[in-house]
């Protein structure tokens, strides 16, 4: 097994073909490119691509990260992500938030995650 499958298992506790896509949102150039979700359409473009609502998770100031919602795992699970990429990993002063959100596709509205979703 490849070092980087080891550590994606590890990671996530599944296999790559298992796993979520996840899109990384930024700018060009990677810098302070958090905003664009705020003025721009991208979200709704990758909500169309994807014909899925998004989850997004807050990388830094530089980006987010997005996960189909269909394909998201437990809301306590995504906030731990986020918050220990924010203490561990990610510089203090490019901590974006703590927080989980969710793209609804069919009314364009970026809220914060307060409850796992209903996938029933």
């Known amino acids: 097994m490849k070092k980087a499958e080891k ?3 590890k990671l996530f506790g599944i296999t790559q073909g298992e796993a979520p896509r996840v899109y990384v ?3 060009e150039c990677r810098i302070q490119g958090s905003a664009v979700v705020f003025y721009t359409d991208v979200l709704k473009k990758l909500a169309d691509k994807t014909a ?3 989850i997004l ?3 830094s100031v530089h980006e987010w990260l997005a996960i189909q919602a ?3 795992g437990p809301l306590d699970e ?3 992500m986020v918050y220990d990429a924010n203490r561990f990993v990610v510089r203090e002063c490019e901590v974006l938030s ?5 793209y609804s596709r069919k009314n364009d ?3 914060i995650m307060e409850q796992d979703l209903d996938k029933g």
């Open 52 to 54: 899925s609502d998004l």
């Open 98 to 102: 703590d927080s989980v959100y969710y």
């Open 7 to 9: 550590e994606y298992i």
């Open 70 to 72: 269909d394909q998201a």
């Open 25 to 27: 949102i930024s700018n």
């Open 78 to 80: 995504l906030k731990s």
């Open 109 to 111: 509205v970026i809220e």
């Open 57 to 59: 998770l807050p990388s």
